[in-house]
T-cell receptor, first 112, second 111 residues
């Protein structure tokens, strides 16, 4: 039982490159989320998926796309990376809409 | 929309001293409230939660928090700090499934 697993854990990109962050959970969560964490700003919601096949924008969606491939997987894509997207990204899931989230260990992205 | 304010971005305490982290929220409806902890290079994990039952909530590792509706506060305390409590702590409020985090408070424990 791995919980919420994110890959890769570290990535360095050049401006304009694209990449996909992968997230998979084995906890049968209905809802899944992508957050970014920046110093002094807490966690900000990028996108979320309330159920398989649905996705919605969060607070800071610009420059990102997501895909809820099935109940287990929720990926985050940067089509053309910018230095402002340098951050630590967290995937999380919850079985219910109560705010009790289970987080992955994070993916640290640097855009040069 | 709801929001969370954590007072103090950094708190330094001596080992064995009281830990007090302050959190105030705003919400037009009764919220669920949470404290999460993040150890270095890890994801967040749930410390405790308030979901409209008892106003004094006990969590893991000796932490507890008290919900005070009149003060719109949900402060986190631990009577005696341990070196292992050094981490970043986040208060969060959830209304209708929408979760908002505070900016976080980093706790340093001095030997």
């Amino acid at each position: 039982n791995a919980g919420v697993t994110q890959t890769p854990k570290f990535q360095v990109l050049k401006t304009g490159q694209s990449m996909t962050l992968q997230c998979a959970q084995d906890m049968n969560h209905n809802s899944m989320y992508w957050y970014r964490q920046d110093p002094g700003m807490g966690l900000r919601l990028i996108y979320y998926s309330a159920s398989e096949g649905t996705t919605d924008k969060g607070e800071v969606p610009n420059g990102y796309n997501v895909s809820r491939l099935n109940k287990r997987e929720f990926s985050l894509r940067l089509e053309s990376a910018a230095p402002s997207q340098t951050s630590v990204y967290f995937c999380a899931g919850t079985p219910q809409n109560t705010g009790e989230l289970f987080f992955g260990e994070g993916s640290r992205l640097t855009v040069l | 929309a709801q929001s969370v304010t954590q007072l103090g971005s950094h708190v330094s305490v001596s080992e064995g001293a009281l830990v007090l982290l302050r959190c105030n929220y705003s919400s037009s409806v009764p919220p669920y409230l949470f404290w999460y902890v993040q150890y270095p290079n890890q994801g967040l994990q749930l410390l405790l939660k308030y979901t409209s039952a008892a106003t004094l909530v006990k969590g893991i590792n000796g932490f507890e928090a008290e919900f005070k509706k009149s003060e719109t506060s949900f402060h986190l305390t631990k009577p005696s700090a341990h070196m292992s409590d050094a981490a970043e702590y986040f208060c969060a409020v959830s209304v209708a499934g929408e979760l908002s985090f505070g900016a976080g408070t980093t706790v340093t424990v001095r030997a």
